[in-house]
Antibody
Framework: EVQLLESGGGLVQPGGSLRLSCAAS????????IYWVRQAPGKGLEWVSA????????YYADSVKGRFTISRDNSKNTLYLQMNGLTAEDTAVYYC????????????WGQGTLVTVSS | DIQLTQSPSFLSASVGDRVTITCRAS??????LAWYQQEPGKAPKLLSY???TLQSGVPSRFSGSGSGTEFTLTISSLQPEDFATYYC?????????FGGGTKVEIK
């Protein structure tokens, strides 16, 4: 059974940093690109970032480029999102998401971790 | 970057109604489009991909169509469990942008 378990969310002050983790199981982690998707309270879904299976290619939404860094440790089946320079607009539930084997569409989602940026 | 515009943003309907949601892309994306359903407090659920291919386990009352810049998600007969928010997502290239969402509520 595929499982994605995010952790690392919490309350952080504006300008601060936070690192999210996503522990994956139930599939061959290194063969899949993995995404981060976020959802601000009461708002829609926003794709944030993606990383290839090897970790050699990374992609970012313009809203986080230069502030967030996605990475992975395939030996630990774990995905990371290092978030720096946080603002109130980054307040959201952050989901780890796995695409299907036949499409870039997400077939498995984590339960999400809440990041709140506030003083 | 390509933008996705969903319409309507909000839809009020009754059980048994036929419902259609539209997603328009600012540039052509062939058939690289997915639809998701999200219930309050839950992660999204994949309904369809490649514009019209239903994900395994999704009821046949859901159907997707379109290509290029205009896509639709149709629910042929709305059921109580279908009241949720629906999102489209482009899959042709990064960034994998989502549409703004369509909330389907009970009339």
């Amino acid at each position: 059974e595929v499982q994605l378990l995010e952790s690392g969310g919490g309350l952080v002050q504006p300008g601060g940093s936070l690192r999210l983790s996503c522990a994956a199981s139930g599939f061959t982690f290194s063969t899949y690109a993995i995404y981060w998707v976020r959802q601000a309270p009461g708002k829609g879904l926003e794709w944030v970032s993606a990383i290839s299976g090897s970790g050699g290619s990374t992609y970012y939404a313009d809203s986080v480029k230069g502030r967030f860094t996605i990475s992975r440790d395939n030996s630990k089946n774990t995905l990371y999102l290092q978030m720096n320079g946080l603002t109130a607009e980054d307040t959201a539930v952050y989901y780890c998401a796995k695409p299907s084997s036949y499409s870039y569409a997400v077939d498995y989602w984590g339960q999400g971790t809440l990041v709140t940026v506030s003083s | 970057d390509i933008q996705l515009t969903q319409s309507p943003s909000f839809l009020s309907a009754s059980v048994g109604d036929r419902v259609t949601i539209t997603c328009r892309a600012s540039q052509g994306i062939s058939s690289y489009l997915a639809w998701y359903q999200q219930e309050p407090g839950k992660a999204p659920k994949l309904l369809s991909y490649a514009a019209s291919t239903l994900q395994s386990g999704v009821p046949s009352r859901f159907s997707g169509s379109g290509s290029g810049t205009e896509f639709t998600l149709t629910i042929s007969s709305l059921q109580p469990e279908d009241f949720a928010t629906y999102y489209c997502q482009k899959l042709n290239s990064y960034p994998l942008t989502f549409g703004g969402g369509t909330k389907v509520e009970i009339k």
